[in-house]
Nanobody, 123 residues
Framework: QVQLVESGGGLVQAGGSLRLSCVDSGRTFSSNTMAWFRQRPGEEREIAAAILWSTSTYYSDSVKGRFTISRDNAKNTVYLQMNSLKLEDTAVYYC?????????????????WGQGTQVTVSS
């Protein structure tokens, strides 16, 4: 059974940093696309970043230059390093996995989801 478990969310001041982690069990991790989506209050879920290999990544314009997605295939883990956090980064962050080696920004292309971790940025 596939399971994605996120951790690392919390409360941080604007300008600060957080690192989210997601452990993926029950799949051939290294060949799959992994992504972080987020859902801000009152808004629809949107992609933040996706990764296939270290040289194949995607970032939304809203996080580009501030967030870095990475993965450790030996640990079946994907990370999201979030720097220079802004109030508008407050959201529930979800880890997602796709059983195809093709990064995508569309929710529907991802097969499995974690339960989410709350990130709150305060002023």
């Amino acid at each position: 059974q596939v399971q994605l478990v996120e951790s690392g969310g919390g409360l941080v001041q604007a300008g600060g940093s957080l690192r989210l982690s997601c452990v993926d069990s029950g799949r051939t991790f290294s060949s799959n696309t992994m992504a972080w989506f987020r859902q801000r209050p009152g808004e629809e879920r949107e992609i933040a970043a996706a990764i296939l290999w270290s040289t194949s990544t995607y970032y939304s314009d809203s996080v580009k230059g501030r967030f870095t997605i990475s993965r450790d295939n030996a640990k079946n883990t994907v990370y999201l390093q979030m720097n220079s956090l802004k109030l508008e980064d407050t959201a529930v962050y979800y880890c997602a996995a796709r059983d195809r080696p093709v990064p995508s920004s569309r929710q529907g292309d991802y097969n499995d989801w974690g339960q989410g971790t709350q990130v709150t940025v305060s002023s």
